[in-house]
């Protein structure tokens, strides 16, 4: 079950600790698996532990089956053993609990296997364990306590994992990397970070998306950053066994009285997308694969050909500063008219996920509200919004972040005019979508 497992939370205790929980447990895998390293604070014999669902230990039953030092049994009980003080010191006793189908409408099986380590000659122990859980609710919280201690010690760990069969390879899966789904006759693998995609058979006529990090918007009254380099591939070979690096680019960083950062690019086997370019402040949009909205009276960056368009430019009339737009996937930044600050360009719709879904929209500018700026709105596409609309009265505000995973541009933040109290927004990361023929 390579690449299927998802960190979703841990603990390592400081200090002793009476329970643990994990609590809003999201419904989006198939199985769940928690790995625990245990000690309790109590001084005779092993301990055990009580695990309880969804704050409830009704409609439980257990199996288990023991094997104590020379000695087998078998017996039902709510408990699995671990380590406690009365065994060998600094030695935690280790379980696994396997839940399948957890969010599920139907009753919920749990299989637990379970060893102590304490290493005197007698009170070793290992168990194998079912439990069955007569409820159709979906699990969202598990809690484990001490039966008998009173606390669990300093350096016990619990880790909850996400379990997705479907990035399993077999029938219909080509390859391993990132999250598969499978929509439409295709099997898709998604990847919101770095990772790398491992055809396990060779694969042809695949199609591949490639979005980078969106810009970061400019601080104080800056423009939109622009929106992450947007790139589709179609009729693709992949080699069985030979790694292809997929690299999410992050987004760039918001300006604080200063323009923005650049987004991260994102690639995938050779082919690059340019991160998104920076929301001007007192200068000219960031150059990116779209480009960053220009400063008050500056020009829009430029896009990269194939990948984006041009940040709006910027505009002073009076004392109304009014920033551009940052350029979309799509479509070029709004430029800024009568202390009305540009929205960000509209970004490009794929359906490569399975479904339509529109990425690399920019950043909309930013602007002074003591002079009665109204900031943009961001692209569609995951661009950030400038700071919230202006008006003589209205205080500063930071600028909206970009989409993640979606490459939009960050938004221009709003300044009061009276302090340097405002940061442009950050840039949404990117995403690496292939798809192929299941």
Known sequence: MANTYTLIASQTLSSSTSSVTFSSIPA????LVVKLSLRSDRTADTDSVNMTVNGSAISMTWLYLLGNNSVASSATAQRFYTDSDYNTASTFGNAEVYIPNYASANYKSFSVDTVSENNATSGAQTELLSQLWSNTAAITSITFAPQFGTNWKQYSTFYLYGVNKSTETGIGSKATGGTVTTSGGYTIH????TGMFTPTTSITGADVLIVAGGGGGGGYWGGGGG???????TSQSYSS??????????????????????????SFSSTVSTGGGYGGYGAVGGVGGSGGGGGYQYAGGAGTSGQGSAGGSGST?????ATGGGGGAGAVGGASSSGTSGTGGAGTSNSYSGSAVTYAGGGGGGGRTVNGNTTGSGG????????????????????????????GGGGGS???????????????????IVRYTT
């Open 380 to 407: 569609s596409g995951g661009g950030g919004a400038g700071g919230s609309a202006g008006g003589t009265t209205t205080p500063a505000s930071n600028g909206q972040p970009g989409t993640a995973n979606r490459g």
């Open 317 to 321: 009339s009076g004392f109304l500063y």
């Open 28 to 31: 989006t895998y198939t199985d």
């Open 241 to 266: 066994g030979v790694g292809y690096a997929a690299i999410v680019g992050a987004g760039g960083a918001g300006g604080i009285e200063t323009f923005g950062s650049n987004g991260y690019n994102s």
């Open 414 to 432: 709003l300044s009061s005019g009276s302090s340097n109290d405002s940061t442009g927004g950050a840039g949404g990361s990117g995403i690496i």
């Open 190 to 193: 998604t990847f919101t970070s």
């Open 227 to 233: 929106a992450g380099g947007f790139q589709t591939l």
